[in-house]
């Protein structure tokens, strides 16, 4: 107890510097339509772009764990817009879904957004309104909340990786809703950028220990990045702490809006190069950038032996014993089986569904519209399987709200690492179990995030009370 200084301390839960008056870090963000970036570099001149504050992606928010964030929004777009906290556990009301959780901020308008932070981790901010079209247009950010204490590294560095659909004249194409997009993979681009350019090389030091963490803000682009000549493992998806391991058959995978968190010593020699490459996609393997070593002497002869393993977050352990279980199709698209669906009050076939640019259902029912009724009640302080079934022919990377959740079976085997995740990708025809503790109350919503598949209709809402 500190008396007198106006802090008093209460006892600390383990991992948590707890205050009983957090720490208040307050920011800016101005969302507006007349900036300029660099995107494809020269000989391409500059591309027209939202942004926040000017900036492609927007500024990088860094707070530490257990702290409050305050962030004032001041919109200065000529349309309505809203912040969503992509990952972290907020109050219903700062969650930032147009209409759901609060009204959209109109132009001129202002909303003050302020929670506490409970978790440590790599998350990012992102419009939840027209998402398809204000994040395809560069509104984005990565927002980082570090640890009390994070693993030793010499560098902490973020990639921030996004994909832009860019005419001839480097120029945003403006075609975002259009049925033949939103029925297939989503909007994938043809120019893929890190940090909001695109790189020919990332220069490190031989010797170093780099932390490095990837997030996909990508309206509809998977990646699966390789090292060459590197040994990349990974400590945190989603942000969340998970057994340091290397990744599957080498390759980091990234559907949109996840993350990794990697931890990768850079063993090679002064002046050597390395490639990263993009292999994801069949036959479109790309090489993303090299990694290049400058002539600086290694920084010490053997790899730092410092643990990597982090430090747990706070999510409550869901209860595997009395999980009570649902299950949730997802279904539509093109070389889909869907026969139809329900949108709005009406059963429609597949054809109908596709003129109305609505072809993608969750439990047989498109979503249409901004308020919607929940798929699921669910009681606080329950724990819950969602025994999800990928019905189409198409990868989703499936989204909650309001909770990171494990993710405990893929078609039917337990995964190895019981991941927690906010996000996780299903692959075609694949069966993916998650668990929870359903600890937050309110309307979260639970959508596919490729911003297209949403827009089509694969968005669901999920009530916790
Ligand atoms: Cu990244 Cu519903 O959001
Ligand atoms: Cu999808």
Redesign the pocket.
Known sequence: MKLGGGLVLTAALPGWPVLAAPTVREFRLTPHANSAAPLAGPPHGLTKVWSYDGSVPGPEIRLKQGERLKVVVENRLAVDTTIHWHGIRTPFRMDGVSHLTQKPIAPGGRFVYEFDVPDAGTYWYHPHERGFEQVARGLSGALIVEEPEPVKVDRDITWVLDDWRLKRDAQIDGNFDNRMDMSHGGRLGNTVTVNGRVLESFPVRAGERVRLRLINVANARHFALAFAGHNPKIIALDGQPVTPHEPEEGRIVLGPAMRADLIIDMTGAPEQKFSVTDRFYRRQEYRLLDLVYDKAPPLRANPMDAPIKLARNTMPEPDMKSARRHEIAFAGGMMGRMAGAMLGDQQLDIREMMRRGKM?AVNGVASSGNVMDPMLTLTRGASYILAMDNDTA?H?PIHLHGHSFRVIARDGKPTRHREWRDTVLMAPGEKVDIAFLADNPGDWLFH?H?LE?MAGG?VAVIRVV
Do not use: E, G, Q, Y
């Open positions: 993608w198409w989703h596919c490729i598949h694969m």
